[in-house]
């Protein structure tokens, strides 16, 4: 069946620093992702909408200019925390739809030190 | 815009036994998909079931059933037979169809415990 693979799975990056979250559908194109962000037993927020091609539509109260976003090929999109800070730290996960299927990505956990 | 409510924020039940997980939603759309996700531990989303709004047959998916009432606005889980690996936390999700086609809307999650 389709895949939906995020990477990396978990990483720890400097308060001040970038760090960039990759969503790749495996063996079909998606021309639309989505990005959630999940708090420890709380639920998954829509933060945006990545459009191939053209620019993301980001969720009301989402920084477009921290949370950056790029969907450069109809099988990528890309996740970028620029200037990180401790409270970034959290669970992103991405998806993508086929059919009337929706595909998550393992998540990445961000940590900010 | 909709909006998907669970009320029941931990649930517990005993092996074998069966429990009912509640959401309630709300939206001015009349096609969409309602479905059940689980999340255990590890943070991987799985589907749990999937309900189109246009069928009125509930869906169902070996131990797994819903109780869907359109017009109550209303899309329950009943888990039977109840395994130690149903322990997880569930979510109910919206999707409209058309241009919101793949965006999910989340309810708060509902932490269910099954204990031996």
């Known amino acids: ?113 | 815009a909709q909006t998907v409510t669970q009320s029941q924020p931990e649930m517990s039940v005993q092996e074998a036994e069966t429990v009912t997980l509640s959401c309630t939603y709300d939206t001015s759309e009349s096609n969409y998909y309602l479905f059940w996700y689980k999340q255990p531990p590890s943070r991987q989303m799985i589907l749990v079931i999937r309900q189109e709004a246009y069928k009125q047959q509930n869906a169902t998916e070996n131990r797994f059933s819903v109780n869907f009432q359109k017009a109550a606005k209303s899309f329950s889980l009943k888990i039977s037979d109840s395994q130690l690996g149903d322990t997880a936390m569930y979510f109910c999700a919206f999707m409209g169809r058309g241009t919101s086609y793949g965006k999910l809307t989340f309810g708060q999650g509902t932490i269910l415990t099954v204990h031996p």
């Open chain 1, 1 to 113: 069946g389709a895949v939906v693979s995020q990477h990396p799975s978990r990483v720890i990056c400097k308060s001040g620093t970038s760090v960039k979250i990759e969503c790749r559908s495996l063996d079909f194109q998606a021309t639309t992702m989505f990005w959630y962000r999940q708090f420890p037993k709380k639920s998954l927020m829509l933060m945006a909408t990545s459009n191939e091609g053209s620019k993301a539509t980001y969720e009301q109260g989402v920084e477009k200019d921290k949370f950056l976003i790029n969907h450069a090929s109809l099988t990528l999109s890309t996740l970028t925390v620029t200037s990180a800070h401790p409270e970034d730290s959290s669970f992103y996960i991405c998806s993508a739809a086929t059919g009337n299927t929706i595909y998550f990505g393992e998540g990445s956990w961000l940590t900010v030190v």
